[in-house]
């Protein structure tokens, strides 16, 4: 999905319901915030990533939580997940489920794959999918609802 798209989306479910995107989130990136992530995990963050956190930020969104660079947040990634777990797992996790479950990025070589991988905390591995960071956001973020 492209960002034009993605943004439509949003904008259309805002309408529906208001108050699912009202819950708390955490500060907009400026690029320097999300440099800043990169030189920490050593890491190339994906364009759509990238372009969430400056629109949005992080924290709450819709029903799932989406880790932000906003060293002063609640949801400010490089507060909630170890360097070493990233490194053993070549994963870093950007969508929390909150039920021990993650969606992510692979990382190869530094760089993080442009489609999404699921981390099942119950077999302890990451599962590969087709979807992209803002398809993902949609399936899970508003549980298929707009």
């Known amino acids: 999905m492209d960002s034009l798209n993605f943004k439509n989306m949003i904008k259309e479910f805002s309408n529906k319901r208001p108050l699912l995107l009202s819950l708390n989130t955490d500060q907009k990136a400026a690029e320097e915030m999300i440099t800043d992530v990169e ?3 050593d890491i190339k963050l994906p ?13 709450y969104f819709g029903f799932i939580v989406v880790f932000s660079c906003d060293h002063n947040g609640m949801f400010y990634i490089k507060d909630n ?3 070493n777990w990233i490194y053993e797992k070549n994963f870093i996790p950007i969508i929390d489920l909150e039920t021990g479950d993650f969606w992510g990025f692979e990382i190869k070589k530094g760089i993080c794959q442009k489609t999404v991988g699921f981390y099942s ?3 302890d591995e990451i599962q590969e999918s087709a979807m992209d960071f803002f398809d ?5 973020g508003f549980k298929s609802t707009i």
């Open 81 to 83: 997940v170890a360097k």
């Open 121 to 123: 905390h119950e077999e």
């Open 47 to 59: 364009k759509q990533y990238k372009e969430f956190v400056k629109d949005y930020g992080g924290g």
């Open 136 to 140: 993902v956001l949609i399936k899970y």
């Open 39 to 41: 030189k920490y995990y």
